[in-house]
């Protein structure tokens, strides 16, 4: 349990004793008047400590919630004016309270994740806490005695942010909008463990239990139905270029070479913009001649598509709407003149909705059957100084939602909005994008996609399912981004132009019914890689996640160098699987090693590779490893029974079933059928079946009696 001593200002761990944070100072910055140190004041209110300035009339209270599973830190800041009538005494928009920490003792190793655009957010691994980026979101550090972990809360009103400076960290409160005399919020929650897995999921659960925030833990959300299958967008494919007759080209493709795609995303360039600002509900008439419903209903009818969705930002377009179009009158009690004389949805939750349902009301009616919601951390850009940040976020967020959930059932794609205010205010949408865009004609642009996806669903991944972006299966880099898709526990889409699809860069992924093989949880680095940037450090990115019981483990090579990296693969990269045998499956080498408690693997990768592997515990005389021409084998498990001296294992589909035993089997049938049985390499006793021509589920029947 961590521990408060308002004696000498640090925070301990009670059963330890060792110091987390150490030595604290407060700020404020009033409009007009600059940054103001404040003076500690033995009384305040209980279980506070009270800061105030040489006339007492500004004062912030810091009380700590000490909870069995972390520390949340409340800041109340508050500034007396003798006149309600006078001249007024506000703090200023940003930092308008500062709280400063002079050390974190003992740190060796660092990850923290800031938002080095307005969009996204990347990971930062120096362990100079001087050093840390402004914006920052979400601070990991290791010491010789476990993990602790800060992660700043975004609430009603203000948003809390870390950065560096050369006394220490500094945690900034800002509303973004002047004119207040109080400053109250929850300003970050803080856990230490053993386990940095467990940190972020536990300090978000320990933040939504105060009921001052709006969004709920991932484990609370359920994953979209709609996007458990494969998907094509035609973002990368056409950029604005979209058109009727090109979606029909491309579906034409993708049906005849059997890949069978189950939804659709018609990305930017659908819609009837002018300058950059929404003009209609309905497809730009020149793209598509017949209207976006008649487009919807060919790619349905015609190629087996079951669900289309379309793309827009959280302001209707770029620009808002169009102010001289007929839609602009039919809806203007329900927008805003935003900063820049944009008119977009009213940050009010019952004046926005208003817009969103009149808008996916036509769509639903259209066929539409999900949307993906662009732009989403330009609220703070369109209504700074006019509404505090948090509310405005949450106001926003809460009637698009009320609207998806009406129309498509909560199904939403949530895009370009990693910043802290987005994050912290979505009520109920459940899968959100994890990074910046795959950009196809960057020659090595997977080094920094793989290292922002991985490293961000460390601390994003506790909040949502992450949306790790589409790719071109060819493409110099496919196997790579393939390989990433793996392990991301979301969705996969490909958006390959007309021409370029390369079935087998996307048939690991996917079974013959259009279902992605997902697993079960967000990948995340692991824990040997965690507080080090393998750009930057020859060393392999390893990114795990688990399904069915088995680990699932993906390295690649994006170290910034020529020469080749080494690692090693074990049981310690999974969590909860120290300390037993393991299988080890080799995707790409098609081999299966035994690795007793306490070996390692050695992995080498030379510049561009990626390796998969699964990692199956080893608890009974035999175990299936899965269905070996999918990257997580185990996923296609549906279950797994065992009787003195038989094993039956049923299947999704048919493939190259693999399993491992110390006892050579007498008989194998696949649905009743005698089967072929080939032997693995050396003496570990892996055996493949090949049931490749069998049609829907498969039982695998193995029998060891002679």
Same mark, same amino acid.
């Given at each position: ?24 100072d407060?700020f404020?910055r ?9 003076s500690?004041?033995d009384?305040? %209110? ?7 300035d040489d006339t ?11 909870r069995q ?17 006078g ?9 308008g309270?500062?709280?400063?920490? #002079?050390?974190?003792?003992g740190l ?7 938002q ?10 120096? =362990? ?22 800060l ?8 948003r809390?942010? !870390?950065? $560096? ?15 207040? *005399?109080?400053?109250? *919020?929850l ?12 940190l972020?999921?536990?300090s ?8 001052l925030?709006?969004? /709920?833990p991932?484990?609370?959300? #359920? ?15 056409f ?8 979606l029909?080209?491309? !579906? ?6 059997g890949?069978?795609?189950?939804w ?25 001649p ?18 289309? $969705? ?8 770029w620009?808002?709407?169009?102010p ?20 977009? %949805?009213?940050?009010d ?18 066929g539409?059957d ?19 940040? @948090?509310?405005?976020? /949450?106001?926003m ?23 802290s ?5 979505? =009520?109920?949408?459940?899968? *959100? ?48 981004n ?5 392990? *991301?526990? @979301?969705?996969?889409y490909?958006?390959?132009k007309v ?8 048939r690991?992924?996917?079974? /013959? ?16 890689c965690?507080?080090?940037? =393998? ?31 080494? $690692?090693?693969?074990? #049981?310690?990269?999974i ?5 037993q045998?393991?299988i080890?499956?080799d ?13 390692r693997l050695?992995v ?5 590779e990626?390796?998969m ?10 175990? %299936?490893v ?13 279950h ?7 094993m039956?294992?049923?299947?999704k589909e048919? @493939? ?13 049938w696949?649905?009743g ?23 829907? %589920? ?9």
């Amino acid at each position: 349990m961590l521990e408060w001593n308002d004696s000498n200002s640090i925070i301990t761990i009670r059963n330890d004793g060792n110091v987390v944070l150490e030595g604290l100072d407060v700020f404020v910055r009033l409009r007009d008047e600059g940054e103001l140190k404040l003076s500690r004041r033995d009384e305040g %209110p209980e279980g506070a400590i009270r800061f105030v300035d040489d006339t007492g009339s500004v004062r912030v209270d810091v009380r700590f919630d000490v909870r069995q599973d972390g520390l949340l830190l409340y800041v109340d800041g508050a500034i007396d004016n003798p006149s309600p009538f006078g001249r007024q005494r506000t703090f200023a928009p940003t930092d308008g309270v500062v709280l400063q920490w #002079a050390a974190l003792p003992g740190l060796t190793g660092l990850m923290a994740n800031y938002q080095h655009k307005d969009w996204w957010t990347r990971p930062h691994f120096n =362990p100079d806490i001087r050093a840390l980026p402004a914006r920052t979101q979400s601070l990991l550090w290791k010491t010789a005695h476990g993990f602790r972990y800060l992660l700043p809360v975004c609430g009603e009103r203000i948003r809390t942010d !870390l950065a $560096g400076c050369e006394s220490g960290l500094r945690v900034r409160l800002s509303a973004f909008q002047g004119g207040f *005399s109080r400053y109250t *919020s929850l300003a970050f929650v803080l856990t230490a463990g053993a386990d940095p897995f467990e940190l972020p999921a536990r300090s978000v659960r320990l933040a939504a239990e105060t009921g001052l925030v709006a969004v /709920r833990p991932r484990e609370e959300k #359920a994953y979209p139905a709609i996007l458990d299958g494969l998907g094509w967008c035609s973002w990368d494919a056409f950029y604005h270029e979209v058109s009727a007759e090109g979606l029909d080209r491309k !579906l034409a493709e993708l049906h005849g070479m059997g890949l069978p795609v189950r939804w659709v995303m018609i990305d930017d360039g659908w819609s009837d913009v002018r300058d950059r600002m929404l003009r209609s509900f309905d497809a730009d008439p020149g793209k598509f001649p017949d209207g976006l419903g008649a487009s919807v209903r060919s790619l349905k009818q015609r190629y087996g598509v079951r669900h289309v $969705g379309v793309w827009h930002t959280i302001a209707g377009y770029w620009g808002g709407i169009d102010p001289e179009s007929r839609l602009f009158s039919s809806v203007r009690s329900s927008l805003r003149e935003a900063n820049g004389g944009a008119w977009i %949805p009213a940050p009010d939750a019952a004046a926005g909705f208003g817009f969103w349902n009149a808008w996916h009301g036509y769509l639903r009616r259209q066929g539409v059957d999900f949307v993906k919601v662009d732009s989403q951390s330009a609220v703070l850009n369109f209504l700074r100084d006019q509404e505090p940040v @948090g509310s405005a976020a /949450r106001a926003m967020h809460t009637s698009l939602e009320a609207s998806v959930a009406l129309h498509f059932g909560g199904c939403v794609i949530n895009c370009m909005g990693m910043a802290s205010e987005n994050v912290w205010n979505r =009520p109920s949408s459940a899968l *959100s994008r994890n990074s910046d865009d795959f950009v196809p004609n960057e020659p090595h642009g997977f080094r920094e996609h793989a290292l922002q996806n991985a490293y961000n669903s460390f601390y994003h991944g506790a909040f949502y399912w992450g949306d790790w972006d589409m790719y071109w299966t060819d493409h110099h880099e496919a196997r790579s981004n393939m390989v990433l898709r793996a392990v *991301s526990g @979301g969705p996969v889409y490909v958006s390959d132009k007309v021409g370029g699809t390369d079935p087998a860069n996307i048939r690991p992924l996917v079974y /013959r019914d259009g279902a992605i093989v997902r697993c079960d949880e967000p990948g995340r680095p692991c824990a040997d890689c965690l507080t080090v940037d =393998p750009s930057a450090v020859p060393v392999p990115l390893k990114v795990w996640s688990r399904s069915n019981g088995t680990g699932a483990l993906a390295l690649f090579h994006i170290y910034n160098g020529d020469e080749d990296v080494e $690692g090693f693969v074990s #049981a310690e990269d999974i969590p909860g699987f120290k300390g037993q045998p393991v299988i080890v499956w080799d995707s790409f080498a098609g081999r299966a090693t035994k690795l007793e408690e306490g070996q390692r693997l050695a992995v080498r990768l030379k510049p561009g590779e990626a390796a998969m592997y699964s990692i199956v515990p080893v608890r009974h005389g035999a175990e %299936p490893v899965g269905l070996v021409d999918k990257l997580v084998p185990a996923h296609a498990i549906e279950h797994c029974r065992r009787e003195e001296e038989r094993m039956f294992v049923r299947l999704k589909e048919g @493939g190259k079933f693999v399993f491992v035993t110390e006892w050579k089997p007498a008989r194998v049938w696949a649905n009743g059928r005698p089967a072929n049985v080939l032997a693995g390499d050396g003496t570990l006793g892996a055996y493949e079946v090949d049931c490749s021509g069998e049609n829907g %589920p498969v039982d695998i029947e193995i029998d060891w009696r002679r």
